[in-house]
């Protein structure tokens, strides 16, 4: 009974001394990112400022400003942050693992990350600068008859682009989790392909409770993450048929000596 509790004394100080890492970090990611918030909303309104020369924002309400500097900072601390979180949850639960399940949790952890950062660069290189420029000049008029001239408010248009980023960030680790389940052989690649109605079911549920409640995001986030399981399902058959290929002509050549 001593051991238990000591054991249970232990984990509870280890969750505190994590929790305490993870909220000063908190803090100060917060504070800091509301000191640059300017710098912050400038990088994400850059997209649409190179459009022409005129583009510009615009603010309809007392607060809206305010509201956008809150909103950008919490935001961008979310972002910044997830990387000390997954480190103390890490640190959290590696020791408890032994030197094969370190080694495999380690490249998933860095599988993640990547992941995490490439379709973010993606995003906010490509992905963010083609929408704006498609709904910039979707509205263009040809003729001088009517005039339509695009002059987003500066909280929509803040709130649309982390929409953007949410959704990337949702479907970076739709991968990480399918390989994750292959490789602990939690499911195999059969099981993928001959259950897809539930691998879509399972997209339209992550979409709805993993972005904002908008039909388009929705939309989008399923189409986005049925073309990633699809892909990764796709690549994992072909590494399951060269590694049989392998094995049978490992077998021949025994046979053979």
């Known amino acids: 009974m001593y051991e238990f509790y000591f054991a249970l004394e232990t984990i509870l100080g280890e969750v505190r001394i994590r929790s305490v890492w993870i909220l000063i970090g908190l803090g100060l990611t917060w504070f800091t990112c509301y000191w640059f918030s300017e710098e912050l909303i400038f ?4 997209p649409f ?3 022409s020369l005129d583009s510009y924002f615009v603010c309809t309400q007392l607060t ?3 509201s956008t500097y809150v909103a950008t900072s919490s935001i961008a601390c979310s ?3 997830f990387p000390l979180i997954s480190y103390q949850i890490w640190c959290f639960l590696i020791p408890s693992c032994y030197g094969e399940q370190r080694r495999k949790y380690n490249r998933f952890f860095y599988l993640s990350g990547f992941c995490f950062s490439l379709f973010l660069f993606l995003t906010l290189s490509w992905v963010v600068p083609n929408v704006w420029y ?6 263009a008029t040809s003729t001088n008859s009517l005039m339509i001239k695009l002059q987003p408010k500066i909280y929509d248009y803040i709130m649309l682009t982390v929409r953007i980023l949410f959704i990337s960030s949702v479907c970076s680790q739709v991968p990480v989790i399918v390989i994750c389940l292959l490789e602990l052989r939690g499911l195999s690649v059969e099981t993928f392909t001959n ?3 539930f691998l879509m079911v399972f997209s339209l549920l992550t979409a709805a409770l993993s972005t904002p409640p908008d039909i388009w995001c929705q939309i989008v986030a399923c189409f986005l993450i049925s073309l990633i399981i699809e ?3 796709f690549v994992a058959l072909i590494v ?3 590694e049989e290929a392998g094995r049978v002509g490992g077998s021949i050549d025994k046979k053979e000596e």
């Open 43 to 46: 990088l994400l309104a850059k």
């Open 49 to 51: 400022l190179t459009l």
């Open 64 to 66: 809206e400003a305010f």
């Open 79 to 81: 972002y910044f942050v």
């Open 134 to 139: 498609f709904l910039y000049f979707v509205g």
């Open 195 to 197: 259950n897809r109605r």
């Open 231 to 233: 892909l990764t399902i």
């Open 240 to 242: 399951q048929v060269r």
